[in-house]
C-alpha cells in the first residue's frame, strides 16, 4: 500500500529525497542536512537537521528510529527513543541524535542519520471506571514474567 505524503526541501536541493534501500525496507532513510560536519562527543545529543518539510495526512504520522549500524557500530541512536511528527507540524523535521558509545562520531552532510516510518494514528477515547478486569498477570510488572 502507498499513501502521498507532500514534501518541501529547506534551503539546500542536493540531498535524495528520503528512499527506501531495499523492496521490503519498511523505513526510509534520512540524511544529515549540514553547512558543516557535526561532531557528537559521548554522551552528547544534538537536533540534525534534514533540510526538508512534510504534510502528513490527517491519521497519519511518520515515526523516525535508530538506523540499527549507527547503532551497533558508533552507539549513535535517536535521544527521544522513537520520535513523531505529527500531521500538523510544518516545520523543518530534525533528528535528536545521542552518541552512547565511548568515541566521538562526526556526522557530515548526506551522512544517513535515521529512518522514518509511515504509520496510521489510533486515537483513544478514555473510559475512566471505578475498577479493570482481572487478568492472568494483575499488577506484575518489570520482570514479572521471567526471563
Known amino acids: 500500500m502507498s499513501l502521498a505524503v507532500r514534501i518541501a526541501r529547506i534551503g539546500r536541493h542536493d540531498l535524495p529525497l528520503p528512499d527506501y534501500r531495499t523492496e521490503g525496507a519498511a523505513g526510509m532513510d534520512i540524511r544529515a542536512c549540514l553547512s558543516t560536519p557535526i561532531e557528537l562527543v559521548s554522551g552528547e545529543c544534538r537536533a540534525v537537521p534534514t533540510g526538508f518539510s512534510l504534510e502528513i495526512p490527517a491519521g497519519f504520522e511518520v515515526q523516525l ?12 541512536g535517536l535521544a527521544n527513543g522513537i520520535g513523531t511528527v505529527d500531521s500538523d507540524y510544518r516545520g523543518e523535521v530534525a533528528v535528536i541524535l545521542i552518541n552512547l558509545g565511548k568515541a ?3 556526522i557530515a552532510h548526506g551522512d ?4 522514518a516510518v509511515l504509520a496510521p494514528v489510533t486515537r483513544c477515547l478514555w473510559q475512566e471506571v471505578e475498577t479493570l478486569s482481572t487478568s492472568d498477570r494483575g499488577i506484575g510488572g518489570f520482570g514479572s514474567t521471567g526471563r
Open 112 to 115: 544517513r542519520i535515521a529512518q
Open 65 to 76: 528510529r535508530a538506523r540499527s549500524g549507527l547503532a551497533l557500530h558508533h552507539g549513535i
Open 104 to 106: 566521538p562520531v562526526t
